[in-house]
């Protein structure tokens, strides 16, 4: 419990060093990334940069989670592309200029779900995300972010490798970068590992003239990186009901995918630091965040679990460094273009791998003789899933309910009955496990209705009843009983069982006969 208020307490001694060098790195791999995002959508730079800098800054200030990055993102982004072909078949000749006015009035709509979310407290629901599935994401994630650097080894604009000496150069530059993110920390942690290889390989390319992408050779013919304080506006679009029939369901998208990665992030975070954040106020930041964007020319976005694994490997632990990484991304849009363009894509190329092998769950490997087959297999699927789709919301969904169904499954096989004749010639059942849904045809083979002799007592000692099918197979079991003379004694029901089929009294003929502190006037039979 500590560390949990002490995550929150203002007052707490920081780092400063750390905190700002840290922020410092982050917004230098904020920039390749907000770039790459922007152009899957179509979009120019300067909307996933405005993007990056509004989401890190307000989640930095009122998120959940200290330490967290958030910004724009692929996820985020690939959801766009479904909504410009929707705008396009819906208004032929539609501009760029005005789609992006519905992208920024989808931001806005999605911002106010999640804020709704989190008033109503919905970020608990991150707990039904099983283990295996949480394995699956950031494996998936991982991988994701490893495959996303291959396009810097090929020529712009052909599906042509790098040859000769240009590919060296870049398997050089990016190979150094790797090695003193991994070997740096070896010899001294004053610094992050991360900013000194970004420095040092940059220093090396610049200095030395070396013939080798930049991050202005990722940008189309004639664009630059240059621009000022995100222009504040309102979306410029008919306000009715056919523009919110369209932009409505990619807003939900956008909530849940954004809400799904953000609190899965979390949990992560929360995992290696060993403290705890908030899920529902990242929530309604989140949220908060994306209606800041909207107004402010941004494609809106969510956590950044390679960003914050940056943040957190290099020390971060408070608000201090997502503040100082988003400030200095809007210096470096503002002030600092020129230099944004020369830093050397293989020193970013670099960064990247290392957090994507950094991201990877390498112990999740070593389970797969250890964990039950079904986790096993959903962990592989998500991680599949993920990777190919680059869908997080269907893949952890699909992982919830495959494990759902999983758990049912094995519980179903675990309802057991012993039975006994005692002196009186009263047949016990005492019955065994969980009574639900996946259960109730198990449980209804283990009675010998026909033979059974005329009084018969169900023991729940060691059992409970979960749902309405298990009402109703109890229901149906003492009707098959009652309609051949017998009597059935219903025992030891636990007071929530025993309020669920009080419950369920008012919508089906609840045929219970007797209980030591539930009985009903059929008990008389």
């Given amino acids: 419990m500590k560390k949990i208020v002490n995550l929150y307490d203002l007052s707490q001694k920081l780092n400063y060093k750390t905190e700002v060098l840290s922020g410092i790195t982050v917004a230098l791999a904020l920039v390749p990334e907000a770039i790459a995002f922007a152009m899957i959508a179509g979009f120019s730079p300067l909307t996933g940069l405005y993007a990056a800098f509004v989401m890190g800054f307000v989640t930095s200030v009122l998120g959940g989670r200290p330490g967290m990055i958030s910004g724009a993102t692929g996820a985020i982004a690939v959801i766009f592309v479904g909504l410009i072909l929707e705008l396009r078949n819906s208004f032929p000749g539609i501009s760029s200029e005005t789609m992006l006015q519905y992208v920024f009035a989808t931001v806005i709509i999605a911002g106010l779900l999640q804020i709704l979310a989190g008033v109503l407290k919905l970020g608990k629901f991150i707990r039904l995300v099983p283990h295996p599935v949480m394995f699956g994401f950031v ?23 790098l040859e000769g000496t240009q590919m060296l150069t870049m398997l050089g530059l990016t190979m150094l970068t790797m090695l003193i993110i991994w070997g740096l920390p070896k010899l001294t942690k004053v610094v992050p590992s991360s900013l000194i290889a970004i420095l040092v390989v940059s220093a090396i390319a610049i200095g030395f003239g070396i013939d080798t992408m930049s991050v202005a050779d990722t940008l189309n013919a004639g664009e630059i990186i240059k621009g000022g304080f995100p222009p504040l506006g309102i979306p410029n ?16 998208i956008v909530a849940g995918v954004g809400l799904i990665e953000s609190l899965l992030t979390l949990n992560l975070i929360d995992e290696i ?14 949220g908060t965040a994306n209606i800041a964007s909207g107004f ?25 460094s997502g503040i100082v990484a988003s400030v200095m991304l809007l210096v470096f849009i503002m002030f600092g273009s020129g230099l944004i363009e020369q830093l050397p894509m293989a020193a970013l190329v670099g960064l990247m791998f290392m957090v994507a092998i950094g991201t990877f769950e390498w112990a999740s490997l070593k389970t797969f003789k250890k964990m039950p087959l079904s986790d096993v297999l959903v962990m592989v699927l998500v991680t599949l899933i993920t990777a190919i789709s680059h869908n997080l919301a269907i893949a952890v ?49 283990k009675f010998d209705v026909l033979n059974d002799p005329a009084e018969v007592i169900i023991d ?42 009080k419950n369920a009294e008012a919508i089906i003929d609840v045929n219970i006969m007797e209980d030591p502190t539930y009985k009903l006037p059929v008990d008389t039979l």
């Avoid at 494996?139 to 490798?161: H, S, V, W």
């Avoid at 679009?237 to 939900?252: H, Q, R, S, V, W």
């Avoid at 005692?422 to 109730?440: A, N, Q, R, T």
């Fill in 139 to 161: 494996n998936g994630l991982a991988i994701i972010i490893f495959m996303a650097q291959f396009p810097n080894f090929y020529q712009k604009g052909t599906d042509n490798l």
């Fill in 397 to 445: 969904l699909i992982g919830v309910i495959l494990s759902a169904l999983a758990y049912s499954w094995e519980n179903a096989k675990r309802i057991r009955a012993r039975k006994y004749i005692d002196d009186s010639g009263v047949k016990h059942y005492e019955i065994y496990g969980p009574l639900f849904f996946g259960s109730v045809t198990a449980f209804a083979e």
């Fill in 296 to 320: 402010l020319s941004g494609m809106g976005g969510c956590a950044m679990i390679g960003q914050s694994l940056i943040n957190t490997s290099a020390g971060a632990r408070a608000r201090l």
């Fill in 273 to 286: 630091t060993e403290t705890r954040g908030n899920g529902n106020r990242e929530c309604i930041a989140q």
């Fill in 460 to 501: 729940f000692r060691e059992s409970r009843v979960a749902d309405m099918s298990a009402i109703e197979a109890l229901n149906g079991l003492t009707h098959r009983y009652h309609k051949i003379g017998k009597k059935v004694h219903l025992r030891h029901l636990s007071q929530d069982c025993i309020l669920l089929l």
């Fill in 237 to 252: 679009i008919p306000l009715d009901f056919e523009t919110l029939k369209i932009i409505f369901p990619f807003a939900c």
